[in-house]
């Protein structure tokens, strides 16, 4: 996390910090296998250039490169919410999101960020990522909506155009 700062510091980009909070109910036995379940789905979630680490317990660390703009985190958010919610019968996640440098710079802050992001997520009933900034979350949440409904849905009946001619 100091190499990824640092080089983010050097080359004036940023990345995102996720953390992933994750209650599954368990039976004697079975923390292993479901810590394992957990990890595999979250693995899937994440790409070649991002990181990803068990922090211990039922929290993993994703580390996501942010290519323009911290717009690009909700999705990735949103499907490592879905990998961890999924990896196990009747689990739920919470997860929280600190940007580098906009929440901060020092790797010790960034995880505490992120970490009372995906706090502040279980608090209001989780279901969706959550921003150290939370009119960061917000605003990204509401663009994205819009998106999937323009994507998944008649443009016509979503999207209402008024027009009002300016005469000189």
Not at 109 to 117: N, R
Not at 133 to 145: I, K, M, N
Request: net charge negative.
């Amino acid at each position: 996390l100091e190499q990824l700062v640092h080089d983010a510091r050097r080359m004036k980009r940023s990345f995102a910090v996720v953390y992933v909070d994750v209650e599954a109910p368990r039976a004697a036995g079975s923390a292993d296998a479901a810590r394992d379940a957990v990890a595999r789905r979250l693995r899937s979630e994440v790409r070649a250039n991002d990181h990803l680490g068990h922090l211990g317990g039922d929290a993993y660390l994703a580390l996501l490169a942010l290519e323009s703009d911290e717009s690009e985190g909700y999705p990735a958010a949103q499907r490592l919410l879905r990998a961890a919610a999924n990896a196990a019968v009747d689990a739920c996640a919470n997860v929280g999101v600190a940007i580098c440098p906009d929440d901060g710079v020092q790797p010790e802050d960034l995880v505490e960020k992120a970490g009372a992001a995906a706090m502040a997520a279980a608090s209001v009933g989780g279901g969706r990522p959550y921003w150290y900034r939370e009119s960061a979350g917000r605003e990204l949440g509401r663009r994205a909506t819009i998106r999937a409904r323009l994507r998944d849905g008649d443009p016509g009946t979503l999207l209402e155009v008024r027009y009002q001619p300016v005469f000189d």
